[in-house]
């Protein structure tokens, strides 16, 4: 399958008072459509960055993305965003806030509506539909902002670090959740991580940026033997110790004992 955008060489710098930040520098890669990709990195290597750029939300100083529609088209694809917080808003109910982008964008239209209420039904909110946020728990506040997101049409979705204000246990369930519910709905997915297990559990390759400035230092695509369908499979798999030792060595230089 072709890539759906091709990064080339793309490179960004912050400039302040104090100086210049380069956060990014020759970055190269392709995301095929369906693709779910994953990014690691150090900590304040650039990774939102690049993200910003894909989102289209900051222009690179350098370097180019090209688009390759399946039907020859040459229109940007349609982005939509899953952020560290679910940024649901309290003073609207559920319903509310799916229909938020709907409003600001000026899409109320009757098709969308009944999306919407089709993505509330098939995620069991829609009993909670007239209720606020804070009565929901923390995996039914982010199914409430996928449906905000989805109910855009995306056809690329951006996710930065979207699990992480989730403790431990309900991480594991949202986060296999979600990306179970964005493969059904056909969309391509990049999503940035710092938790390595979560990126070989959700993703079909990883890329792995190296310290700032950010490089692409390797691609490692991902396979597994999955046994079921549960949200735990994934790290049972046999191939699982594997990805990950290899995923340490690249981002600490340091070898792991299996
Ligand atoms: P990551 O997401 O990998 O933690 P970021 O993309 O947020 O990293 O940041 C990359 C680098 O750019 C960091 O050193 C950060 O301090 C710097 N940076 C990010 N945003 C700005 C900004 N608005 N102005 C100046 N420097 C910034």
Request: glycine share 6%; hydrophobic share 40%.
């Amino acid at each position: 399958m072709q890539n759906i955008i091709e990064l080339k060489n793309i490179g960004y710098s912050y400039h302040s008072l104090h100086g210049e930040t380069t956060a990014l520098q020759n970055i190269s890669f392709g995301i095929r459509e369906g693709e779910f990709v994953a990014i690691v990195g150090p900590s304040g290597c650039g990774k939102s960055t690049l993200l910003s750029i894909i989102a289209g939300l900051l222009q690179p100083e350098s370097g180019t993305i090209a688009v390759n529609n399946p039907d020859g088209s040459l229109h940007y694809p349609r982005v939509g965003y899953m952020l560290q917080r679910d940024h649901l808003f309290e003073w609207r109910t559920v319903y509310k806030n799916t229909i938020l982008g709907l409003e600001i964008n000026n899409m109320l239209t009757e098709e969308r509506l009944s999306y919407v209420d089709q993505l509330l039904f098939d995620y069991d909110l829609d009993k909670f539909r007239n209720k606020r946020p804070s009565e929901l728990s923390g995996g039914m506040k982010q199914r409430a902002a996928l449906i905000r997101t989805l109910a855009l049409d995306p056809q690329l979705l951006l996710l930065d670090e979207p699990f992480s204000a989730l403790d431990y246990q309900t991480r594991l369930m949202v986060s296999a959740d979600i990306c179970h519910l964005i493969r059904n709905a056909g969309k391509t997915m990049i999503i940035i991580t710092h938790d390595l297990s979560e990126a070989i559990s959700l993703a079909d390759r990883i890329i792995v940026l190296s310290a700032r400035p950010a490089t692409v230092q390797t691609e490692i695509p991902i396979t597994l033997t999955l046994q079921d369908n549960s949200p735990l499979a994934a790290r049972n798999a046999p191939e699982f110790p594997f990805y990950f030792n290899q995923l340490w060595e690249e981002l600490t230089g340091e070898k792991r004992e299996s």
